[in-house]
């Protein structure tokens, strides 16, 4: 599965939107990008995920550059709950065991 | 959302014997996976399966076997624990979200914490 970049960490305030960024550069047009949380103390959960269009769900929105290279998760409004690690992960379709590849993610702080 | 339960969720053992960790799903769901969760290392495939009675390798599987006999229940087994293998390990399954297999999400269970003093 190709890679992904995205930093360490970052810091919101609670109840202000927040953008992670994710950055795969070698992404291929088969690849679909999806994001999972995980929680302090938990299993990892899925956030949302696409293949070239934006997406919007109950938890958050995805948007997808026009080239794919980039891709950023949208949580409107931060609550103390979505403190967590994010992972930003390439899914091929090809990838005849369909598991995940996980990098290191994002650890996302909200302040109240 | 599918049902995965792991057990035991917290296990304190000797190095040297052997150990089983149980994944339990209930909704028949072909794939499944074990990863193990180290800080520094993220989130490590060990084995998967996509059947009963089928299972591969993934990127840590050395020290580890696993077994599906029935499509409900995946187990882990470490034949002779070492201090290594201290870990949380996750147990996850493969649900369908679309009409391609790239579109597929894991749920995971909610963790078994392995000591191997």
């Known amino acids: 599965d190709a890679k992904t970049t995205q930093p360490n960490s970052m810091e919101s305030n609670e109840e202000e939107p927040v953008h992670l960024p994710c950055n795969h550069s070698?992404?291929?047009?088969?690849?679909?990008i999806h994001w999972y949380r995980q929680l302090p103390s938990q299993g990892p959960e899925y956030v949302i995920h696409?293949?070239?269009s934006n997406v919007n769900n109950r938890m958050a929105s995805l948007a997808i550059a026009e080239d794919r290279k980039s891709s950023t998760l949208i949580l409107h409004r931060a609550t103390l709950r979505d403190a967590a690690v994010y992972y930003c992960?390439?899914?091929?379709?090809?990838?005849?065991?369909?598991?995940?590849?996980f990098g290191g993610g994002t650890r996302l702080m909200v302040k109240p | 959302d599918a049902g995965i339960t792991q057990s035991p969720r917290h296990k304190v053992t000797e190095t040297g014997t052997p150990v089983t960790l149980r994944c339990h799903q209930t909704?028949?769901?072909?794939?499944m996976y074990w990863y193990r969760q180290d800080p520094g290392h993220g989130l490590r495939l060990i084995h998967y399966?996509?059947?009963?009675?089928?299972?591969d390798k993934g990127e840590v599987s050395d020290g580890y076997s696993v077994s599906r006999s029935k499509t409900e229940d995946f187990l882990l087994t470490l034949e002779s624990a070492t201090s290594s293998q201290t870990s949380v390990y996750f147990c996850?399954?493969?649900?369908?979200?679309?009409?391609?297999?790239?579109?597929?999400?894991?749920?995971f269970g909610a963790g078994s914490r392995l000591t191997v003093l």
């Open positions: 070698t992404i291929s047009g088969t690849d679909y």
């Open positions: 996850a399954i493969s649900e369908s979200r679309g009409l391609s297999s790239g579109a597929n999400v894991l749920t």
């Open positions: 992960i390439l899914r091929d379709v090809q990838n005849a065991g369909n598991m995940l590849t």
């Open positions: 399966s996509y059947g009963v009675k089928d299972t």
């Open positions: 696409g293949l070239t």
């Open positions: 909704e028949n769901h072909r794939y």
